[in-house]
């Protein structure tokens, strides 16, 4: 089955930190999917990334940069020089899409969040 | 370009009753996934939709059912509504027309329905 753990509920920095949000995820499947969304107060889920399980290359986009190991199932987020639009719930996801799911697994699996606080 | 959008954003129900929520996908989007986010809880799938059937299924009971229509948008109902239905609904929407096997589209969310069961 798959799993996806945030362990970190809740992080609060000042304007400016850096600050990394951490997800370990399980899974049975060679072939898969993990995203992140950021989830403002208005409730509204919004995508950042999508990683396949075969690109392990870490991403940067702007002050948001992705750290990708299968060798601890981990998926790392990390933001630069925070700012307080930065503030919200951080969800972790996993899609697995591979033969042991048939190939036609669609569901997301989420972790629990994590709710960042950046203070001015 | 419209984002996913849902109607309505919040309704307040009595237990036993039955709700139904509405989706439109995005534009150029065929498949539609709802989710039930609970109070400081990550969203749970509950089902998706593609070409008028039901996909896939999550762990959620029979009296969570869906439909999806020739315009590709969705409608969420529950029957004999509980007090722990209470939560946000949220629909997702995104693209399978040519997508094959082992492939996992981004998916895009609208803001949910809060409903809350009283």
């Known amino acids: 089955a798959q799993k996806v753990t945030q362990a970190q509920t809740e992080i609060s920095v000042v304007e400016k930190e850096d600050v990394t949000l951490d997800c370990v995820y399980e899974?049975?499947?060679?072939?898969?999917?993990l995203f992140w969304y950021k989830q403002p107060p208005s409730g509204e889920l919004v995508f950042l990334i999508r990683r396949n399980s075969f690109d392990e290359q870490n991403e940067i986009s702007g002050r948001y940069s992705w750290n990708f190991q299968k060798s601890t199932s981990s998926f790392n987020f990390t933001i630069t020089a925070s700012q307080v639009v930065d503030s919200a719930v951080y969800f972790c996801?996993?899609?697995?899409?591979?033969?042991?799911?048939?190939?036609?697994?669609?569901?997301?699996?989420f972790g629990k969040g994590t709710l960042l606080t950046v203070n001015p | 370009d419209a984002g996913v959008t849902q109607s309505p954003t919040h309704l307040i129900k009595t237990r036993g009753q039955q709700v139904t929520l509405r989706c439109s996908p995005k534009?150029?989007?065929?498949?539609v996934s709802w989710y039930q986010q609970a109070l400081g809880q990550g969203p749970q799938f509950i089902f998706q939709y593609y070409e008028e059937e039901e996909r896939q299924r999550g762990n959620f009971p029979d009296r969570f059912s869906g439909h999806q229509f020739p315009n590709y948008s969705s409608e969420l109902n529950v029957n004999a509504l509980l007090l722990g239905d209470s939560a946000l609904y949220l629909c997702?929407?995104?693209?399978?027309?040519?997508?094959?096997?082992?492939?996992?589209?981004?998916?895009?969310f609208g803001p949910g329905t809060r409903l809350t069961v009283t």
């Open positions: 534009s150029g989007h065929d498949t």
């Open positions: 899974t049975r499947d060679t072939t898969y999917y």
């Open positions: 996801a996993l899609s697995e899409v591979g033969l042991g799911s048939g190939g036609s697994n669609y569901k997301l699996t």
């Open positions: 997702a929407s995104s693209n399978s027309a040519g997508q094959g096997a082992y492939f996992s589209y981004e998916q895009y």
